[in-house]
């Protein structure tokens, strides 16, 4: 049977998948080497299609013009059909938040590492004047033995904010820039996880 293609990248197998769009693991046939290809079905997007894609192309190059190795790295974008993708770089690891079970306190040791390692992306993606608005645990990519790896290009494309940075000075607001989603704050050594229904403690 003949495998699928998006452009240069012949389909694997799929990865995960969410209410518009499917993510795979594919091959570069170009340059022969393993990436994750997101998905969005354009078909799917009834109102403001055309908007929605440009959007969709205007955030791929603001995450493509990262490069640090707390940020996973995007290497392409284009179009095939209805459907829009993304090439990013392949993780072989897990989401955070499958690491953050209910009745299982993380260590402390390795949660501040974690964090630090999310803050060193975000602040570099900041300098370049971009902010990601989405951050939560199913954004974070947690590797065995490598770096932490947030993916700063999420499915909900309207998360990015890309910051002009002498017309910022002094005017960011609150509504402008969420650095870490209310639910996940901290609060005296709680994790409060409203999305998932419990409060995840962290031990030393």
């Not at 995450?63 to 829009?84: C, E, F, M, Q, R």
């Not at 000075?169 to 998932?196: F, H, P």
Request: aromatic letters at 6%; charged letters at 25%.
């Amino acid at each position: 049977m003949e495998q699928a293609q998006l452009g240069k990248y012949v389909i694997e197998s799929e990865i995960g998948r969410g209410a518009m769009g499917v993510v795979y693991k594919a091959k570069d046939t170009v340059l022969e080497r393993t990436v994750a290809v997101k998905t969005v079905n354009m078909a799917l997007e009834k109102d403001h299609a055309d908007k929605y894609e440009a959007r969709f192309y205007q955030e791929a190059r603001a995450a493509g013009g990262l490069n640090h190795p707390n940020i996973v790295t995007v290497y392409d974008a284009g179009k095939a059909g209805d459907v829009v993708y993304m090439a990013m770089e392949y993780i072989q690891g897990v989401e955070l938040r499958t690491l953050l079970t209910e009745g299982q306190p993380m260590a402390l040791g390795r949660a501040l590492a974690i964090a630090a390692q999310v803050a060193e992306g975000l602040g570099y993606a900041h300098q370049a004047g971009v902010v990601h608005r989405d951050i939560k645990p199913a954004n974070i990519m947690v590797t065995a033995d490598g770096p932490v790896k947030t993916q700063i290009f999420s499915r909900n494309t309207a998360r990015l904010y890309r910051l002009d940075m002498k017309a910022a000075q002094g005017a960011l607001t609150s509504d402008k820039i969420a650095a870490i989603k209310a639910e996940y704050v901290a609060l005296g050594g709680e994790r409060s996880n409203a999305r998932y229904g419990y409060v995840h403690r962290v031990t030393g």
